[in-house]
């Protein structure tokens, strides 16, 4: 179960469909957990979840649903623009650094 409605994810990509519910389920579910492992924070404890973090989730698993294949001749990144700039604010910082 993700944090982030299904229904908003179709609506992100204007499917008005329910063939690939399941797909878009997982990439939802990929999206949170790729998120709160970047951030260091899991994407549950965030409650509730701030509207950036929604967006991410929307941005990356639309992005991943689009872009199936592993290989293509267009430029492909891992990340779609802004998800970095919209999860920022919410990476755990660590420097390195150890107490005595």
Do not use: C
């Amino acid at each position: 179960m993700t944090m982030t409605p299904l229904p908003l994810l179709k609506a992100q990509l204007t499917l008005e469909h329910d063939l690939d519910d399941a797909l878009l389920s997982h990439k939802l579910a990929v999206a949170e957990e790729w998120i709160g492992n970047f951030t260091g924070t899991r994407f549950a404890d965030h409650d509730p979840v701030p509207a950036s973090l929604t967006e991410a989730v929307l941005q990356l698993a639309a992005y991943w649903y689009v872009q199936r294949e592993g290989a293509s001749d267009m430029r492909l990144s891992a990340v779609p623009f802004g998800v970095l700039d919209l999860i920022a604010p919410y990476r755990e910082s660590v420097t390195g650094h150890v107490a005595a």
